[in-house]
């Protein structure tokens, strides 16, 4: 069995706690995290250890997931980077953080750690998730298969080159459905319906269309094309949102995304 300590005991973490105990998974599970109330609270919820000492967590680890926020991760690795140099062994870590590099990492860290990067969905709660996987070069194929075991015991893996790492992260955002679902049903309210079915039917045209599109055999231009017929109500529809700039606005969110995404790189 082995020891996977989390360093970051936020909203991530709670989520691929939820999806491994789904998945019954039977790594000794231990959390670090500053702040006692997050770790009472995840105690509590997911039966996992914790350890308010950084250094002994490192200790302890086995696998390292580094789930703390960008702006925090240089400081932590240094602080880490120190126990692991004590070590007589070398620690596989998997980083959480969007947009830091590996190349980075490596750095802040030393020589002892040995690298992957990930970036799992919060929708691993529910053992739908989706992560991307990237690997330093040279990274033993045990290290690398260790590693997609554990990400897969929760949902989709996929394994991508770090230079697409970014795309895929303001990409596959399950906040880009939320926010669909939260815009289409106040426009429904707005034309009639009540807020329960307002989501219901924003929530079906949104979720059931694309698992449909996912489970089935059928293209994405078939489904479209079946769905609105020329001249329909859904045609008139998706041509207003084209006409508004609907499109536009996408693409101006994924490249403040990808904006965002490279600055963490120096944070």
Partial sequence: MSTVVFLG?????????????????????????????????????????VEPDLFKAVQQADVLIVAVPPRSVRELLRMAGKVIA????????????????????RQEAGPRVKWARAMPSPVCRSGRGLTALTFSRGLPHADRKRVKDFFASFGRVVDIPESKFDAFTVTYSC???????ATLARAAEEA?????????????????????????????EALLEEAATPGGIAAATAAGMDDAGYGRTVRQGVAAGLRRARANAGT
């Avoid at 062994?89 to 190349?103: D, E, F, M, Q, T």
């Avoid at 906040?175 to 679902?181: E, F, N, P, R, V």
């Fill in 192 to 220: 009639g319906l009540d807020r329960k079915t307002a989501l219901l039917a924003s929530a079906h045209a949104l979720a059931d269309g694309i698992i449909a599109w996912r489970d089935g055999k059928r293209s994405l």
């Fill in 9 to 49: 005991g936020g909203r991530i973490t709670s989520a691929i706690l939820a999806g491994l105990r789904l998945g019954k998974n039977r790594d000794r599970l231990v959390v670090h995290d500053r702040e006692p109330d997050k770790l009472s609270d995840l105690k509590k919820r997911y039966a996992v250890e």
């Fill in 175 to 181: 906040s880009h459905g939320y926010h669909a679902l």
């Fill in 86 to 105: 004590g070590l007589n062994r070398r620690v596989l870590s998997v980083s959480l953080a969007a947009g830091v590099p590996l190349s980075v990492l």
